[in-house]
Each structure stands twice: as C-alpha cells, then as structure tokens.
C-alpha cells in the first residue's frame, strides 16, 4: 500500500491544522492506521493511532485533548485534526499502516508502511 500525507504547513501558536492521508494500492480496512513525527535532532514518535474501524482511538499524552484522529474507508483516507498547536508540535508528520489489531498501536515497529511525510511549523 502506499501513502501520500498532505495538509502540513505553517501556522501560529494557537492554531489548527488538517492533515489527511491517502491510501492506495491496498484494502485499506485491512490496516489500522498511525500518526507519527519527527523533529530535527530527535527520534521519530508516536502522535495517534486508530483501529481499521475506526471504533479505537489512541493519543500520545502531548496531544491528548488537541488533536484528533479520524478515517473515511469509502475514501481511504485518515485525518489527524490538530487544534491548539505549539511551537514543540513543529516537526515532519508520517502516516503509517499496520496489520492485526493485537500490540499497543504506538510503537513503530508494528507499522510495515509508511509515508513520505508532510510538514507541519508552528511559530510562536
């Protein structure tokens, strides 16, 4: 499968950004379905995940109440909605997909496709 994220950008402290990300190539209710980020100098980390049905939601603490996760499998397609964003939220934005349901949905390593990564700068 492959995915293409869009929606990433600059904005102000306090403001809101969509992210979307594309499927293709793939049932894409076969996968349950990550956001992840990266900002200069750290290691990757997870942002939010969701189950193939959409029906679990998961949000690392640092964006818990700011952001939220959705998908629309008629259009192969999962959103990350960031509300609130702070200058530490600067970073590339990846969308991944994993297969099973079992694990945590935050580690990188349960994810066996990713995008090439959109990004998001939020300036104070």
């Known amino acids: 499968v492959q995915l293409q994220e869009s929606g990433g950008g600059l904005v102000q402290t306090g403001g809101s950004l969509r992210l979307s990300c594309a499927a293709s190539?793939?049932?894409?209710?076969?996968?349950?379905m990550g956001w992840f980020r990266q900002a200069p100098g750290r290691e990757r980390e997870f942002v939010s995940a969701?189950?193939?049905?959409?029906?679990?939601?998961f949000y690392a603490d640092s964006v818990l109440g700011r952001f939220t996760i959705s998908r629309d499998n008629a259009k192969d397609t999962v959103y990350l909605r960031m509300n609130s964003l702070k200058p530490e939220d600067t970073a590339v934005y990846y969308c991944?997909?994993?297969?099973?349901?079992?694990?945590?949905?935050?580690?990188?390593?349960?994810?066996?496709?990713w995008g090439q990564g959109t990004l998001v700068t939020v300036s104070s």
């Open positions: 991944a997909a994993r297969y099973g349901t079992s694990g945590t949905y935050g580690t990188l390593g349960e994810y066996r496709h």
């Open positions: 190539g793939g049932a894409f209710t076969s996968y349950g």
């Open positions: 969701i189950t193939w049905s959409g029906g679990s939601k």
